[in-house]
């Protein structure tokens, strides 16, 4: 078993649509971001490829290389992870996701994010937590100036154990 842990952080826009989640939350300012700039599907693409030690989302979706990625759905950013995650022999035991928001209020909202990051993953409800909370006022996100995530993803090798090396 191996674990991974993801940070991001997007500040707010006006004229952008604030995606959580893979859920479109209905708001008066969005996330600045290169793509829908999904701060909670961000942070747990980190969490997944850090647990299996294969770099950033930064560095398997970068923002330069032009328009490849921009505006892009986060979901899409998922789906490759999880399966850059899979070509390298894991899969997803578990994940706990906690998105750090002043406003809006999340707690609506956190049963279809589940639900959305279990099916674009593929795995089990069970499998997926989300969490949210604020930061009582403090710093820019109490604020109100944007919105930060963590995650942590916990991952398991197909056949259970782990590569050796021959000294």
């Not at 989640?21 to 997944?48: E, M, N, Q, T």
């Amino acid at each position: 078993m191996r674990i991974g842990l993801g940070y991001d952080v997007h500040q707010y826009a006006v004229e952008r649509e604030l995606w959580l989640g893979g859920i479109l939350i209905p708001y008066d300012k969005g996330l600045l971001g290169h793509s829908d700039a999904d701060v909670l599907i961000h942070a747990l693409c980190d969490a997944l490829l850090g647990a299996a030690a294969l770099r950033d989302i930064g560095y398997h979706f970068p923002d330069t290389k032009g328009n490849e990625y921009e505006g892009i759905d986060s979901k899409i950013l998922l789906k490759k992870t999880i399966a850059l995650l899979r070509e390298a022999g894991y899969e997803l035991c578990n994940c706990d996701c906690t998105v750090c928001a002043q406003q809006p209020k999340l707690s609506p909202y956190i049963e279809q994010m589940r639900q959305c990051l279990a099916n674009t993953m593929a795995v089990d409800i069970s499998q997926v937590s989300v969490k949210a909370t604020t930061t009582e006022h403090l710093g820019f996100v109490g604020r109100e100036e944007g919105i930060a995530a963590y995650a942590v993803a916990l991952i398991t090798k197909n056949n259970q154990t782990e590569p050796t090396t021959n000294d």
